[in-house]
């Protein structure tokens, strides 16, 4: 079966220092790998998403950056953090299911960025 | 641009009544999935929706998609405690392509009193 990890799981970190957020998938290969924010008791805000080795897709243009330089590890970085950077972070992958297929999206436990 | 809509955002209902959250999309589309989360906890998917007039029950949810009306409706029956989350409805566009991403819905946060 496929499983989804995400680390690390919370972390507290100053303005102006970098971030490093982890996300590998088990049990497949070849995933669509996804980032997403949630802010605190908000909606979900895609970030980036992945459909292959080094092939990354932006959906705002922000302090982060993702890199995907294994098939099934995701990466989520930033060189200079800012308060507006905290929030929940969710990985998600989605196995490429095409017409008969439902995708649907999982997600991992998230990771929990405050900014101070 | 796919936009979806939620309606109501914030939900408080009593134990035992029945209520229904709706989910509005923009564009074409058969695919429509549902997701529940938990405070302070990850998404969960609920239900897949792949055809117009699916529609789905576990326990006291029941979800259907109606494409024509760019609806999906989930209903809750004898609302208990344990529902009190918050529920995102999702959908898939171009999904023959396999890699586009869902576009969620702000959420619904439901409270279930006593």
């Known amino acids: 079966s496929q499983t989804i990890h995400q680390w690390p799981a919370t972390l507290v970190q100053p303005v102006g220092s970098p971030l490093s957020l982890e996300c590998t998938v088990e049990?497949?290969?070849?995933?669509?790998l996804y980032w997403y924010r949630q802010a605190a008791g908000r909606g979900l805000q895609l970030l980036f998403y992945?459909?292959?080795?080094?092939?990354i897709s932006s959906e705002v243009p922000q302090n982060l950056s993702a890199s995907r330089p294994q098939d099934r590890q995701f990466i989520l970085s930033s060189k200079k953090l800012l308060l507006s950077d905290s929030g929940f972070y969710l990985c998600?992958?989605?196995?490429?299911?095409?017409?008969?297929?439902?995708?649907?999206?999982?997600f991992g436990a998230g990771s929990r960025l405050t900014v101070l | 641009e796919l936009k979806v809509e939620q309606n109501p955002l914030f939900l408080s209902m009593q134990e035992g009544k029945n209520y229904t959250i709706y989910c509005n999309y923009s564009t074409t589309s058969d695919r429509l999935y549902w997701y529940r989360q938990d405070p302070g906890k990850s998404l969960e998917s609920l239900f897949v929706?792949?055809?117009?007039?699916a529609v789905k029950q576990e326990g006291r949810l029941m979800a259907s998609l109606d494409t024509k009306a760019r609806l999906s409706t989930l209903h809750i029956t004898a609302a208990v405690h344990d529902l009190s989350a918050t529920y995102f409805c999702?959908?898939?566009?171009?999904?023959?392509?396999?890699?586009?991403?869902?576009?969620f819905g702000k959420g619904t946060r439901l409270s279930v009193i006593a």
């Open positions: 049990g497949t290969s070849n995933p669509n």
């Open positions: 998600a992958w989605k196995f490429r299911a095409g017409w008969s297929g439902a995708n649907v999206l999982t």
């Open positions: 992945s459909v292959g080795i080094g092939q």
């Open positions: 999702a959908v898939d566009i171009l999904y023959y392509s396999g890699n586009t991403p869902l576009v």
């Open positions: 929706l792949l055809s117009n007039g």
